[in-house]
């Protein structure tokens, strides 16, 4: 079992940026393929950005591609969300997910049933 902690999110105005981080424990990091979700007040969880196991592969929504930035530090054990150029719409409570993915290095996965382990989340806030 792999535990999940995010951390990074906060207070922003339009435009800017902030950095999520997502620190895993537990088990061997590089097993798991990972992803970002948010869910905003009154809607469903969605996915935000995917990424392989081995990072070379990664997946956004139409909403935050050349925005955001996935990317994973395997021997840290922790995954990355760069948002940069925010918006009103970003604002939700961000979520990191794992799914071991042993012996397929090169899939992302963008369907939430997909990943079993989740982080408590973490609460970004963009001010118009």
């Known amino acids: 079992q792999v535990q999940l902690v995010e951390s990074g999110g906060g207070l922003v105005q339009t435009g800017g940026s902030l950095r999520l981080s997502c620190a895993a424990s537990?088990?061997?990091?590089?097993?798991?393929?990972m992803g970002w979700f948010r869910q905003a007040p009154g809607k469903e969880r969605e996915v935000v950005s995917a990424?392989?196991?081995?990072?070379?592969?990664?997946y956004y929504i139409e909403s935050v591609r050349g925005r955001f930035s996935i990317s994973r530090d395997n021997a840290k054990n922790t995954v990355y969300l760069q948002m940069n150029s925010l918006k009103a719409e970003d604002t939700a409570v961000y979520y990191c997910?794992?799914?071991?993915?042993?012996?397929?290095?090169?899939?992302?996965?963008?369907?939430?049933?997909?990943?079993?382990?989740w982080g408590q989340g973490t609460q970004v806030t963009v001010s118009s």
């Open positions: 997910a794992a799914r071991s993915t042993i012996g397929n290095s090169y899939t992302y996965y963008p369907d939430i049933s997909e990943y079993g382990y």
């Open positions: 537990g088990r061997t990091f590089s097993n798991y393929a």
């Open positions: 990424i392989s196991r081995n990072g070379y592969m990664t």
